[in-house]
């Protein structure tokens, strides 16, 4: 299985656990410019993101199967799911 994709987006280290990722898409709804579905209907992260990193945090807290991880790039921590 390929390793998930980490994209950063300003302070933040961002990636989507593609077995977790059911497609519900709320993600999307929240940051469509950050995230999009692909063909099997998974999120993937736009490197070309704009968006402002508190809107990417919502859209990770939005996940209902908390497919989406944070890692903020400074302190290595993990600050979604916590
Ligand atoms: S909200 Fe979660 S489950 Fe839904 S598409 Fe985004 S990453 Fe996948």
């Known amino acids: 299985m390929a390793e998930d994709k980490v994209v950063q987006i300003g302070k933040y280290k961002v990636k989507v656990i593609r077995d977790l990722c059911i497609g ?3 993600c999307v709804a929240v940051s469509p ?6 063909s099997e209907n998974k999120a993937i992260i736009k490197e070309t993101s704009k968006d402002a990193e508190d809107n990417i945090m919502l859209a990770a807290q939005s996940c209902p199967t908390k497919a989406i991880v944070i890692v903020d790039n400074e302190t ?3 600050v979604w799911p916590v």
């Open 24 to 26: 519900a898409a709320s």
């Open 33 to 38: 410019d950050t995230f999009q579905l692909d």
């Open 76 to 78: 290595g921590e993990q």
